[in-house]
């Protein structure tokens, strides 16, 4: 099946410094990515979705400002969160497919804590 | 508003057993459904996939159905081993634009030696 990395697995960082998550589609081309965060016990909850070369689609509650995405080319799209507090301390997952309703492949997810 | 769930939210089985895990969701209007696993602190894995004009899917000892009509989809696992222990999550991608995927609340599952 198809392969998505995502880049750092783990992260540890300050409170008030941003962190980039990186995630990649490596044998495919993704048109559409999609950011997910999940805490201890719960689901997935879709954050934003986006296409390449255009702005992201947040979902509503998402701070745009705060969690910035970009999808710069068919196999990249990255998460930096901005100014992280303890409260951004998730598992970060993102997925990627091709053109239309197709598969969708997920990350193996980056685990961000906030000191 | 899609919205998707997931019974029972734990199960706890001897191994060898067959069991279900159920899933519904509210708008029918799907392209596919699929099946995750997730285990601790890792990503998910896809397991089976089934397009909306599918009935069902069957890998190995998994096999998912799917009736879009009512809004409902299974898995069934036949002869549990321990290491099927993990959390099962069904997710439906949206029939609109951003074919989203909205995810259920997971199924965890044991299976005891």
């Known amino acids: 099946g198809a392969v998505v990395s995502q880049h750092p697995s783990w992260v540890i960082c300050k409170s008030g410094t941003s962190v980039k998550i990186e995630c990649r589609s490596l044998?495919?081309?993704?048109?559409?990515m999609f950011w997910y965060r999940q805490f201890p016990k719960q689901s997935l909850m879709l954050m934003a979705t986006?296409?390449?070369?255009?702005?992201?689609?947040?979902e509503q509650g998402v701070e745009k400002d705060k969690f910035l995405i970009n999808h710069a080319s068919l196999t990249l799209s990255t998460l930096t969160v901005t100014s992280a507090h303890p409260e951004d301390s998730s598992f970060y997952i993102c997925?990627?497919?091709?053109?239309?309703?197709?598969?969708?492949?997920f990350g193996p997810g980056t685990r961000l804590t906030v000191l | 508003k899609q919205e998707v769930t997931q019974i029972p939210a734990a199960l706890s089985v001897p191994e060898g057993e067959n069991l279900v895990l159920n899933c519904s969701f509210t708008?029918?209007?799907?392209?596919?459904l699929q099946w995750f696993r997730q285990d601790p602190g890792k990503g998910l894995t896809s397991l089976l996939l089934?397009?909306?004009?599918?009935r069902e899917q069957t890998s190995g000892r998994l096999n998912a159905s799917l009736d879009k009509s009512s809004g409902r989809s299974t898995l069934y696992i036949a002869a549990s081993q321990p290491g099927d222990s993990a959390t099962y999550l069904c997710?439906?991608?949206?029939?609109?634009?951003?074919?989203?995927?909205?995810f259920g609340s997971g199924t965890r599952l044991l299976v005891r030696p």
């Open positions: 997925s990627a497919s091709s053109p239309g309703p197709a598969a969708v492949y």
């Open positions: 044998d495919f081309q993704a048109t559409t």
């Open positions: 986006s296409n390449e070369g255009s702005k992201a689609t947040y």
């Open positions: 708008d029918s209007a799907i392209y596919n």
């Open positions: 089934i397009q909306s004009s599918q």
């Open positions: 997710a439906v991608r949206s029939m609109d634009s951003s074919y989203k995927l909205i």
